[in-house]
């Protein structure tokens, strides 16, 4: 069966070229607290994938496919803007239906639309290889399957207009048959704003919605969120996002507390199958240290079926937490630093929304936020 594994990371940004920064430049700043390199990471460690995505031409909707994979700067991403086709606008217009659908405050002007190159095998693959076309496949006839709920892009970006570029887009497919996908994003959080910030006055979304945390408004005010989508190879679409929570008065005079919900939901299209959602995230290097306050869940879960479940944090008598449907499986990772956590959702499911929750808290030095590098990644199989 053909494996499909999509990241999303979050970090700050690399003002360059993909060509013009090296290998071990972006290595060094979205490596994880473990030191374990993603299948796209040790790729381009190994030179396996290109650097060089040639950019759409006049009236060209999709980009040509690349062989193995590739890795792009955001800086290189605006040869690829196709938000004001018609493609483009139905693809916006797929995933703010989603996102209202779900509470999300969204507007169609509120986002950009980036249309990527699909990841096809060797031209030849020699014994025991795969077929060149295994990840791709008709894009009319997969859309046909997917209940009316995905835009027409078979691997694109949707995000928002206001948010910095994202800063790393990557894809390898290994010779097994397995494509991972990558995309590194600027985040962190900024107390007391209720909206996304943008450098210029223009069209924002709330982050206030039905999905929002429950939660004191005395004690925990909100510091900033995204939602996003990501989609590779026609395979599925996964919606993710993260918002961030100050804790007013958290009783430590020398410290400031932020907490950190991150969310995600996926949903295979045509003959694929979800496996695998994951929501993880940790600190970014060089920036403040953190101290850990709280975390949910607590543990692995496992129920079999779809239930409601709460993930929250408890800092200074202040809850704050979001209800998430758990379905099958979840599992956690949590790590010795503080901020490295994670919850993967584990099963195998067709054409079903599927979701993924995780709240962490975490301190500061007075004066000073918290900057994370989040990660969101995905599996599909044919």
Not at 145 to 170: K, M, Q
Not at 175 to 186: C, H, N
Not at 342 to 363: C, K, L, P
């Amino acid at each position: 069966m053909a494996a499909l594994l999509v990241a999303l990371t979050v970090l700050h940004p690399i003002h360059a070229t993909a060509s013009d920064t090296t290998a071990s430049d972006i290595l060094a700043r979205v490596t994880p607290p473990d030191g374990q390199l993603d299948p796209v990471l040790s790729a381009l460690a190994a030179g396996r994938i290109t650097t060089h995505v040639q950019p759409l031409a006049a009236g060209q909707i999709t980009p040509d496919p690349v062989v193995n994979g590739y890795v792009l700067l955001g800086s290189d991403l605006d040869g690829f803007d196709i938000t004001h086709t018609p493609q483009g606008q139905a693809e916006i217009g797929a995933f703010v239906e989603r996102l209202r659908a779900r509470g999300e405050s969204a507007s169609m002007d509120a986002f950009l639309v980036f249309s990527l190159p699909d990841v096809k095998g060797e031209i030849d693959p020699g014994p025991g290889g795969i077929d060149p076309n295994d990840m791709r496949i008709d894009t009319s006839a997969v859309n046909a399957l997917t209940d009316g709920d995905g835009g027409p892009l078979s691997s694109a970006i949707v995000v928002p207009a206001c948010a910095p570029r994202p800063e790393l887009v990557g894809a390898v497919l290994s010779a097994a048959g397995e494509l991972m996908v990558k995309t590194t994003i600027q985040t962190a959080a900024k107390a007391g704003t209720m909206r996304v910030p943008c450098d210029n006055p223009q069209p924002t979304r709330s982050i206030n919605s039905a999905d929002d945390p429950t939660y004191d408004s005395d004690a925990w005010t909100p510091a900033g969120g995204l939602c996003w989508e990501r989609k590779q190879n026609n395979t599925a679409w996964f919606d993710p996002c993260h918002k961030w929570f100050h804790r007013t008065d958290d009783g430590n005079p020398d410290r400031s507390t932020y907490a950190l919900s991150q969310y995600g939901t996926g949903k295979s299209k045509g003959i694929y199958e979800l496996d695998e959602l994951e929501v993880q995230s940790w600190r970014e290097k060089g920036t403040p240290d953190q101290d850990w306050e709280d975390w949910s869940p607590r543990s692995d879960l496992e129920v079999g079926y779809c239930t409601t479940k709460t993930v929250g944090v408890n800092v200074a008598a202040a809850y704050i937490e979001q209800a998430a449907t758990l379905c099958e499986t979840w599992d956690i990772h949590k790590g010795e630093e503080p901020a490295d956590f994670a919850t993967r959702w584990r099963g195998d499911v067709a054409r079903s929304e599927r979701e993924t929750a995780m709240f962490i808290a975490t301190s500061v030095p007075n004066g000073y936020v918290p900057h994370d590098i989040v990660d969101y990644d995905y599996y599909a199989w044919s």
